[in-house]
């Protein structure tokens, strides 16, 4: 196992819920059991405050953490861009996530492929919020 990805999973300031949410999703991953739900307040198209839960391994954690993070106070559509690249990532432009969300490289790296379901179902969940 992978110390830097248990450090980033432990990382749970914004693993809570959040009440009086405006946007909600859970979404599972079919291939490994996975849950990912997610809870946004979306003021004027900028997430401002953002939830997760989910029953879901540490790679998927160590994901739902940093793009927790990357969210907050973010448009929309940064996000929605932001989804589709690290969706792309692992489709084969590696460069994408290094060019342009330094902030993922500890996650988003070549020995990780195969946990590749895992780390995008947070992606997958909040890409399905912000394009509703």
Not at 4 to 19: C, F, R, V, Y
Not at 36 to 49: N, S
Not at 104 to 124: M, Q, S
Request: aromatic share 8%; with cysteine; glycine share 4%.
């Amino acid at each position: 196992m992978d110390l830097e990805i248990l450090q980033i999973a432990s990382d749970t300031k914004n693993q809570k819920p959040i009440i009086n949410h405006t946007h909600n999703l859970r979404l599972k991953n079919l291939i490994c059991g996975d849950e990912m739900q997610i809870k946004l307040i979306i003021e004027k198209d900028k997430i401002i405050d953002f939830g997760y839960d989910g029953k879901s391994c540490v790679y998927c954690q160590a994901s739902a953490s940093l793009l927790s993070k990357i969210s907050i106070n973010k448009k929309k559509l940064k996000i929605y861009e932001l989804c589709n690249d690290a969706k792309s990532y692992f489709e084969g432009d590696t460069e994408i996530i290094r060019k342009k969300w330094k902030s993922l490289d500890k996650l988003f790296k070549a020995k990780n492929f195969t946990r590749k379901e895992c780390i995008l179902l947070p992606f997958k969940t909040l890409k399905k919020i912000v394009t509703d």
